[in-house]
Each structure stands twice: as structure tokens, then as C-alpha cells.
């Protein structure tokens, strides 16, 4: 069965890579989708996220790293995924998911989501506090792969991780 991980990552937080290494233990495959949002502004480009996200997959065989636009169920049933996968740190993210969860399923029935709760030890990590405490050149290696942390060194140039 084939899983579709869909988010902006910007940048992959090690409780991202907690989700996609589980989800590789229980999906044939599992697609981390970089969404491309013109509505947004990131830190790092589409392309630069999806080189990111490789380099921290690489040990996983079943994970493959695409980019998309658009309805992510669209995304889904191109690639024949018959699950939504979500990460849930807290109960405050649950109510904005399950909204989400519940409108995929109005388009796309056949498509379920499913919620994995992120180890207790990524529960309080997210993409903009990542980028926050790193460009007010705080530590961040605890909380991203290191060549993650590294980009984030150069985007925030002359602030010490």
C-alpha cells in the first residue's frame, strides 16, 4: 500500500522524520510530497527542501520525495495512495487535521487519513519555531539533521548554531 506524507517542510524537523520512518515500517511506499504554495513565502525553495529531504531519507528505500501543487488528493490518486498520512504533535493540532481529513474525504472517498502522534521527544517541534530560534542564532541541532541545521547557518548568516 502506498502512503502520501504531504507538507510544506520548511525546513524537515527530525518530528517529520519521525513520522517518515515509521510510516516506512508500515507502507509499501511512502511519497513525502513538498508542497509548492505561491500563497507563501519560505525560507527554503521548493527544490532546495526536496534535495533536503533526500539527503535525510536515504536510508530508507520504500520513501521517495516528490513536488506538487494543487489538491493533495489529486496528488494521491496519480499515485494510487489510498492513505493520507498526518502528523499529530498536540490535541490543539487535532481539530485543524481532522477539518482537513474530513474535507479530503468529501473529494476523495476512496483516500483515508490516517494520524501518527510524533515521539514524545519531537512533540514540541515545529518548522517556524525551528526557523525562528535559528535566525535569532540559537542551537537547532537537536531538532533538525545536520545538514539541515548547516543550511539554516548560511541562510542566517552570522548567527552562531
Known sequence: ???????????????????????????????????RNPAKVPLFTVEERLSQIQKAVRHLDNVEVEAFHGLTVTVARRLDARVLLRGLRAVSDFEAELQMAQTNRTLATEIETLFLSTSTEHSFLSSSLVKNIAAAGGPVSHMVPEHIEKELRTRFAGAPL
Open 1 to 35: 500500500m502506498i502512503a502520501l506524507y504531504p507538507g510544506s517542510f520548511d525546513p524537515l524537523t527530525y518530528g517529520h522524520l519521525d513520522i517518515i520512518e515509521r510510516a516506512a515500517r508500515l507502507f509499501d511506499r511512502v511519497v513525502v510530497a513538498v508542497l
